[in-house]
């Protein structure tokens, strides 16, 4: 069972576009959400993260709407680059942090 | 302040043999975690560990997978008798608590 879904699976932007990725959940304990971003071949990394007390995070062109009476939170990309072209994950836990549940990822692919 | 350590990055082994995967957390980090990624998938969850402590294994196979996280020395994901389906990237990432995780940049094992 999915407990964080993902979409869509794959995107594709022309520069400067603004490509955005849904998540939705449907445990009420999650109460951290952040979202990770993967280079082939490399590990993912920590993009930017938020908590249900606020409905938007921004930090530099990445910014992530939260929804709580919905479960949904999705990231947006601003003024998006060929160098954003990438993976991206999102993902959920609660404040025990025992276990962090990954979405099913979203391949980005921004062009020229 | 050196980030996650996995070693080594990519571990050929032939069908039988027993492969051993290390990870070293970022330094003043307690909490490890270890994920699979087959190619074009997301992250599964496979085991939390804290320092002596397995939290939480549930992701992980009965049979043929251990982990362990010493007091002293890193993580270690030992799989025993690999098999071609053990093929794919071997995520570890670290955490301090309740916050976000960072990985680390993988092993890629390769099942002959």
């Known amino acids: 069972q999915q407990q964080v879904k993902q979409s869509p699976q794959s995107l594709i932007v022309q520069k400067g576009g603004i490509p955005i990725i849904n998540c939705a959940y449907e445990?009420?304990?999650?109460?951290?959400f952040p979202w990770y971003q993967q280079f082939p071949g490399k590990g993912p990394a920590l993009l930017i993260a938020?908590?249900?007390?606020?409905s938007e995070k921004k930090e530099g062109r990445f910014t992530i709407s939260f929804n709580k009476s919905a479960k949904q939170f999705s990231l947006h990309i601003m003024d998006s680059q060929p160098g954003d072209s990438a993976t991206y994950f999102c993902?959920?836990?609660?404040?025990?942090?025992?276990?962090?549940?990954f979405g099913t990822g979203t391949s980005l692919t921004v062009i020229p | 302040n050196a980030g996650v350590m996995q070693n080594p990055r990519h571990l050929v082994r032939r069908r039988g043999q027993e492969a051993r995967l290390r990870c070293s957390p970022m330094k003043g980090h307690s909490h490890v975690y270890w994920y699979r990624q087959l190619p074009e998938e997301g992250l599964k969850f496979m085991v939390y560990?804290?320092?002596?402590?397995?939290?939480?294994e549930s992701g992980m196979p009965k049979e043929r997978f251990s982990a362990e996280f010493p007091k002293e020395g890193p993580s270690i994901l030992r799989i025993q008798q690999v098999v071609r389906g053990d093929s794919a990237a071997y995520f570890c990432a670290s955490s301090p608590g309740v916050s976000g995780q960072f990985f680390g940049p993988g092993t890629r094992l390769t099942v002959l």
């Open positions: 560990l804290q320092k002596e402590n397995i939290i939480d």
């Open positions: 993902a959920a836990s609660t404040n025990t942090g025992n276990q962090f549940y």
């Open positions: 938020i908590r249900p007390d606020v």
């Open positions: 445990n009420t304990a999650f109460d951290y």
